[in-house]
């Protein structure tokens, strides 16, 4: 079956880095573009970024152009996100998609970005 287990949370003083995996099984990952989402208390999840299956496009939300950079390796079937220049907005439950036929979705990991 599908499985994606994202790492990498935690918390981190504004203006800090750091980088989020999300570990794929159960499918051809190479196939399937992957994408990143997050969700802040009381907000709708929203697309943070976006990757094709073999990394030559990318796709960003305004608010993390320049700061986050999603990236792949399809040799161990994870996807990564870089998270540089973190701002207390940034704070959420981070989410990795896989885009198959239907949405598959990890379970979630906690970045908080505070002082």
Do not use: H
């Not at 802040?40 to 094709?52: F, Q, S, Y």
């Amino acid at each position: 079956q599908v499985q994606l287990v994202e790492s990498g949370g935690g918390l981190v003083q504004p203006g800090g880095s750091l980088r989020l995996s999300c570990a794929a099984s159960g499918f051809t990952f190479s196939t399937y573009p992957m994408s990143w989402y997050r969700q802040a208390p009381g907000k709708e999840r929203e697309l943070v970024a976006t990757i094709t299956s073999f990394g030559g496009r990318r796709k960003y939300a305004d608010s993390v152009k320049g700061r986050f950079t999603i990236s792949r390796d399809n040799a161990k079937n994870t996807v990564y996100l870089q998270m540089n220049s973190l701002k207390p907005e940034d704070t959420a439950v981070y989410y990795c998609k896989a885009d198959l036929e239907e949405p598959y979705w990890g379970q979630g990991t906690q970045v908080t970005v505070s002082s």
